[in-house]
């Protein structure tokens, strides 16, 4: 992931979750997903993609990010897909028009990819093989 791609960072507090968006190029701060920002900034023709974390709740933290594309349809007019490389295979899951991404839609489909992660791959390794084993 380029230092220079923005990235949703999702946040857990008092039972509270929501996501913001962070971008590293912009200087206007942080957008939470789903606010008239969010929609103006996936609506727009320069927008290309951006990162989502992939949260292993069970270890505490994050095992990975899929990358979220806007791609261009050859029929005109655009739609979102997710990318992520998993157990060596480029795993991808269609979204749909920029209306479809919401904070559910996008943790839905990376609770989908944390759920087919193959055996021994990512961090968590760590947490259950020791060293040495």
């Not at 968006?21 to 939470?32: C, D, F, K, Y």
């Not at 008239?36 to 933290?61: E, K, N």
């Not at 028009?97 to 944390?114: C, S």
């Amino acid at each position: 992931m380029s230092r220079h791609t923005p990235t949703v960072w999702v946040y857990r507090a008092g039972g509270e979750t929501w996501a913001e968006l962070e971008q590293p190029t912009a200087h206007m701060g942080t957008i939470r997903l789903e606010s008239a920002q969010w929609w103006a900034w996936v609506a727009a023709s320069s927008t290309t993609g951006f990162a989502y974390p992939l949260m292993d709740r069970c270890a505490g933290w994050i095992a990975g990010f899929m990358t979220v594309r806007n791609e261009r349809r050859q029929r005109g007019g655009t739609y979102w897909t997710v990318y992520r490389r998993q157990g060596g295979r480029l795993r991808k899951i269609y979204l749909g028009p920029a209306h479809t991404l919401t904070h559910a839609r996008l943790e839905a489909v990376a609770m989908t990819l944390l759920a087919e992660r193959p055996v021994g791959e990512g961090v968590n390794d760590r947490a259950t093989h020791p060293p040495g084993m």
